[in-house]
T-cell receptor, first 108, second 115 residues
Framework: ELKVEQNPLFLSMQEGKNYTIYCNYS?????LYWYRQDPGKSLESLFV?????AVKQEGRLMASLDTKARLSTLHITAAVHDLSATYFC????????FGKGTKLSVKP | SAVISQKPSRDICQRGTSLTIQCQVD?????MFWYRQQPGQSLTLIAT?????????ESGFVIDKFPISRPNLTFSTLTVSNMSPEDSSIYLC????????????FGSGTRLTVV
């Protein structure tokens, strides 16, 4: 059974700083997903990582995947307030299983 | 990517009653799922809605409480039966479009409050 663990669960950052969110998964996953959720909203797809060594970047966010370590990271560069949200990673074996999420708060 | 219309967007219901949530997709999809998100929590998979057969439920969820229909490849319903305040959550429909390049797509959710 696939299990996904995320850390940290809460992250308070200052604008302009860098930080990384970690996502470990317990067994083979077809793909690794990152989503963003704003308060009261649904989930927005950020990245889909398909294979070992995959790296994708969009703006200040960069996601990577190490299938051997069963680890994905979401790196935030020079954080801005607009990045404040909850970020979920998820693994799949036909269905999508989520981690607990990381609530990110970026303060001026 | 697929576009999902989920209804209702929110509802306040009396305990002991039932609510049916609808999920309509703008294209045919093989895989359709229902999730629950309790306040301040992550998303938990309730079941996979199978077209033409009974849904596949995850541990902790049963058909009598969460009956699901999937009459075709673009539509599904989730019913929350005999509701109690503990059922107050956001319920989300999700699909994995053919090809799935953009990953799983989620509906806008149904915010349910049981009083």
């Amino acid at each position: 059974e696939l299990k996904v663990e995320q850390n940290p669960l809460f992250l308070s950052m200052q604008e302009g700083k860098n930080y990384t969110i970690y996502c470990n998964y317990s067994t083979t996953s077809d793909r690794l997903y990152w989503y963003r959720q704003d308060p009261g909203k649904s989930l927005e797809s950020l990245f889909v990582l398909l294979s070992n060594g995959a790296v994708k970047q969009e703006g200040r966010l960069m996601a990577s995947l190490d299938t051997k370590a069963r680890l994905s990271t979401l790196h935030i560069t020079a954080a801005v307030h607009d990045l404040s949200a909850t970020y979920f990673c998820g693994g799949s074996q036909g269905n999508l299983i989520f981690g607990k999420g990381t609530k990110l708060s970026v303060k001026p | 990517s697929a576009v999902i219309s989920q209804k209702p967007s929110r509802d306040i219901c009396q305990r002991g009653t039932s609510l049916t949530i609808q999920c309509q997709v703008d294209s045919q999809v093989t895989m359709m799922f229902w999730y629950r998100q309790q306040p301040g929590q992550s998303l938990t998979l309730i079941a996979t809605a199978n077209q033409g057969s009974e849904a596949t439920y995850e541990s902790g969820f049963v058909i009598d409480k969460f009956p699901i229909s999937r009459p075709n490849l673009t539509f599904s319903t989730l019913t929350v039966s005999n509701m109690s305040p503990e059922d107050s959550s956001i319920y989300l429909c999700s699909v994995f479009p053919t090809g799935g390049f953009y990953g799983y797509t989620f509906g806008s959710g149904t915010r349910l409050t049981v009083v």
